[in-house]
């Protein structure tokens, strides 16, 4: 099969399974080169496939030598389409790995079940005995409900009043205003119940019930706080109330973990492309225009960079840079400082469709969307024909 990017709206309904091969090798050349620090040893990550998560895992093996167990909920290749391409990233994991000889094993399936938190929990107790840091790092637009089954869906939204604000077609190039209503009581409800903390916290309570958490475990979700201009509809929106649940739930387990001499942190980390960041209004632009300050300043930094600094600067230093004052670990310090944003707000009125490739590095933002999917990789041929069907080893028949 030759395969080639085909986008819809903002989701691209392809992956390369050889591009998706070298982004991961190339995070992995990364943490590599920058030589190995002392970390954790057993680690669970809960959205291993994409991001944040699988940059978690990348430098969790390849900069601690840690054994990892992966849980995600990917598709697998057909004979009329792609895998996804955090299938196609977390065989590419996989196979580096054991390569390097580190364990690595995989679990896919829905993370808010409690079929898999007791599959995760079997094979911790099982291959482990027990794990010293566990990564959240789920996105999903909706959820089950494991004891209710309740089924909630997140929406982008306002709360109180509509929100009016410029925003971009990403491919189109067209600059235009958006206006947005105002979330519903039970939209605010719904989306708490999908991105805030209340999964996070039936991981930890079962596995702690199961006595599977070492002493000093480590527990860190990530979340993003953004600049003023994207505050109506993220840090005071819906999805603002679900990062203060995110951040509530973190203060709640630093309680329960106590007595393992344990703690739970949010990360906040800086603005990256994602499938999710692409569909919420304003945020693509803002993006744009970020890249071009930062990456003129040399200051730009992906997922990879960032949690390479999250791990040997704040969870294993010997002497571990400052949080804030309400205790966030901040990687967004280089996207928030104040000569960065300056620039974004002097910037940001001028943008339009017509000068919109010159003020912003939009082709950057493009770029960085080809690649989540495994294209635009330099040094793979998207013409040769190649196999979409990519196995992974570790995980049961069953999945």
């Known amino acids: 099969m030759i395969i080639q990017p085909k986008i819809r709206g903002f989701i691209c309904t392809t992956a390369h399974p050889l591009g998706c091969f070298k982004a991961v090798s190339d995070q992995v050349d990364y943490v590599k080169a920058q030589g190995s620090f002392k970390g954790p040893q057993r680690v669970l990550v809960i959205g291993a496939s994409t991001g944040y998560g699988l940059a978690s895992r990348i430098v969790a093996s390849f900069g601690a030598g840690a054994k990892t167990i992966g849980v995600f909920y990917e598709k697998e290749a057909d004979e009329k389409r792609t895998a996804s391409p955090g299938w196609y990233n977390s065989a590419a994991f996989e196979e580096l790995a054991h390569r390097a000889g580190y364990y690595a094993k995989s679990l896919n399936g829905d993370a808010f079940s409690m079929e898999m938190k007791q599959r995760a929990a079997d094979l ?129 387990l630093n309680n329960k973990l106590s007595a393992l001499g344990g703690e739970a942190l949010v990360s906040v980390d800086k603005a990256v492309v994602t499938q999710a960041s692409a569909a919420i209004p304003v945020v693509p632009l803002y993006i744009s225009i970020m890249f071009k300050i930062m990456k003129a300043n040399g200051t730009h930094e992906g997922c990879i960079e960032q949690m390479e600094r999250l791990f040997r600067e704040y969870l294993y230093a010997s002497q571990p840079k400052a949080r804030d004052a309400e205790g966030y670990i901040r990687i967004d310090d280089r996207e928030m400082a104040d000569d960065v944003q300056r620039q974004i707000m002097a910037i940001w009125p001028q943008v339009t469709s017509e000068n919109v490739m010159s003020l912003t590095d939009l082709a950057g933002y493009r770029d960085d969307f ?24 570790s995980i049961p028949v069953e999945a």
């Open 124 to 252: 911790i107790r099982r291959d482990l005995g027990q794990v010293d840091l566990i990564i959240y790092s789920l996105a999903s637009p909706r959820r089950i409900h494991p004891v209710t089954h309740e089924t909630f869906s997140s929406v982008l939204k306002p709360i109180g009043a509509p929100f009016t604000g410029k925003t971009i077609d990403a491919f189109k190039g067209e600059v235009k205003e958006v206006t947005i209503e105002p979330a519903t009581d039970e939209e605010v409800k719904n989306t708490v119940a999908v991105m805030g903390g209340e999964d996070w916290e039936m991981w930890l309570d079962l596995l702690a019930k199961e006595n599977l958490l070492a002493s000093g475990i480590k527990t860190v979700a990530y979340s993003y706080l953004g600049p003023e201009i994207t505050h109506a509809i993220y840090m005071n929106g819906t999805i603002g109330k679900a990062k203060e649940h995110l951040k509530a739930t973190a203060d709640k």
């Open 370 to 393: 080809y690649r989540l999917f495994g294209f635009n990789i330099a040094g793979v041929d998207y013409e040769a024909d190649v196999d979409p069907v990519v196995k992974i080893n």
